[in-house]
């Protein structure tokens, strides 16, 4: 999407397209149906008048005739200085460069599938982009301000101007195709219509929304979101856990951001057609002897959270496995529960 100015530009050049076109119309239909002149001879004669290259008439005129000749070639004149004045203006101003980037972003968006949708790049979308950058996710930002926009696509980062409450901003991101939507936009109630039109246009998608109050976040799980973050509600529980456990909030922030020592947290989905470990338990599938990663936590497909899960716990099909270790731990046990598919590994933040 052009920004004001680029659009501007381009009405203008297209207005003065149609101008230069009208009047060599215009001086063309003169000639032809006042002069009684052949179409050929008409549009020649307008051509040569407008260039001002010089050639003799086509025909002689009378004193009629070469008073509107003579206005052609002043409207001519005008036209076309005006015409090539917008044309040095928009080479000069980066406009079908600009063209050129737009159909290049273009197709690039037209090819996203599995991807993430972050609608919002203000302070908290910024630090989103930054971990999904930071992991290698696919993602594409969706924000209403030209700004926010420009400054994304500085930083290298994919980005749309467009209102993420709108169906067809959701559509130009390709809602249809991706797989998680995060609405971190300012307002509740934006959030809100975010998380129910990419609901609606996608009933498939994993659907995180930024809440500033408790109501906020009640209202949001009503309409469908599966996680809701309060930054205010989260900020005030670490910073009290920061006071009472200050290490064990060290060990937690080295997880969460890719600390010293690189631990990771990781989530593996077991699937029916590709885990090789369905039906045993964890001793069985001898995740931590074969990975050195340490399953933490076991959510079942129906919701059920089996925190510190025991060695009798048995793996079942839709389960997701919350596990810990190093990048490399966690790589070798995602071979071991997903050995067809592409694993995505942990990379140390900057």
């Not at 999904?132 to 926010?148: G, K, M, N, V």
């Not at 490399?328 to 933040?349: D, F, T, V, W, Y």
Request: hydrophobic content about 45%; proline content about 3%.
């Amino acid at each position: 999407m052009l920004d004001p100015y680029y659009q501007r530009l381009r009405k203008e050049l297209i207005i003065s397209s149609l101008g230069l076109a009208g009047v060599f119309i215009g001086g063309t239909l003169w000639y032809w149906l006042v002069e009684k002149w052949s179409l050929l001879d008409s549009a020649y004669m307008t051509m040569i008048t407008l260039s001002t290259v010089g050639f003799s008439e086509v025909n002689p005129l009378d004193e009629r005739s070469r008073l509107f000749t003579m206005g052609l070639i002043l409207t001519g004149i005008i036209v076309i200085g005006y015409m090539v004045n917008r044309f040095t203006e928009a080479f000069l101003q980066g406009y079908f460069q600009q063209g050129i980037r737009l159909r290049q972003k273009r197709n690039v968006i037209d090819k996203l599938s599995g991807h993430y949708i972050l609608c919002g790049f203000g302070r908290m979308g910024s630090y989103v982009a930054k971990e999904f950058t930071a992991e290698a996710i696919p993602f594409i930002i969706l924000d209403s301000e030209q700004e926010e926009v420009e400054k994304a696509s500085q930083m290298g980062y994919l980005a749309l101007q467009g209102d993420a409450t709108l169906d067809e901003c959701l559509l130009m991101a390709k809602i249809e195709t991706a797989i998680c939507v995060v609405a971190a936009l300012s307002s509740d109630a934006d959030n809100l219509y975010t998380v129910i039109s990419a609901k609606a246009l996608n009933p498939t998608i994993r659907a995180i929304a930024r809440a500033s109050t408790e109501e906020a976040v009640k209202k949001l799980e009503r309409a469908g979101a599966d996680a809701v973050v309060s930054p205010y509600i989260t900020g005030g529980k670490r910073l009290a856990s920061a006071a009472l456990r200050p290490q064990v909030m060290d060990f937690v922030d080295g997880i969460l951001s890719g600390g010293e020592k690189s631990i990771y947290l990781e989530e593996f989905l077991l699937d029916e057609n590709t885990c090789p470990c369905l039906g045993q338990t964890l001793i069985e599938a001898g995740l931590r002897a074969k990975s050195g990663a340490l399953v933490v936590a076991i959510r079942r497909s129906n919701g059920i959270l089996i925190a510190g899960p025991t060695g009798g716990s048995i793996l079942e099909a839709g389960d997701s496995l919350i596990c810990m270790g190093t990048a490399e731990q966690l790589r070798i046990l995602n071979g071991i529960l997903m050995p067809i598919s592409a694993p995505r590994i942990p990379r140390k933040r900057e």
